[in-house]
């Protein structure tokens, strides 16, 4: 299956490296494709190094206005010509989508990605590697909007917060062999 992995372009702490590191060996290992951002620095560098070394097939999708940051040696990479157009690559390639610590940036794809579940686009699995708690705050806003009534179903049909690495792979090949969705009751579009 295509893994896309969302994360960071920085250079971070090695508590969110240690982990991401190990989530692209996971993916190779478990003999899928690790899709990701395609630049060759921060974490995405991180990923793309640990799935190589582990055996496994990486994809970039890169954006021309940064092209010369694509990794060289993938083996595949993609140049879209804007953000929206790599968005929508990453997504179009994913089975399943992985979240990793990471900024702006990271939040902007993610966000995308689960407005596109709620309106039934699609019905991929997305998780959070929630990395030395680098998501409980974003992980609390989600749980108060679900209470409030923000989400026409149930939060758990949108995302899962793994707090390892093993943990979100587990999560992902059991939602890739049959997701279902469920309107909630008493729920209007949010």
Known sequence: MNITVFCSVQ????????????????VAHGGHTLVWGGSNYGTMRTIADAAQRAGGKIVGVSVEPIRSRARPNAD??????DWPERRATLLARADAVA??????????EITEVLEYKKQNIHNKPVVFLNA?????????????????????????EYLFFATTPEEAMAYI????????LSPRAGRGRG
């Open 11 to 26: 250079d971070v702490a090695e508590r969110y490296t240690a982990a991401a590191r190990e989530f692209a060996t996971l």
């Open 76 to 81: 595949e990479m993609i140049i879209a010509k």
């Open 132 to 156: 030395d708690g680098f998501y409980d705050g974003l992980s609390m806003q989600f749980e108060r909007m679900d209470d409030e009534g923000f989400f026409p179903r149930a939060l758990s």
């Open 173 to 180: 090949e059991k939602m890739v062999a049959g997701p279902s």
């Open 99 to 108: 979240v990793l610590p990471g900024g702006l940036g990271t939040l902007d």
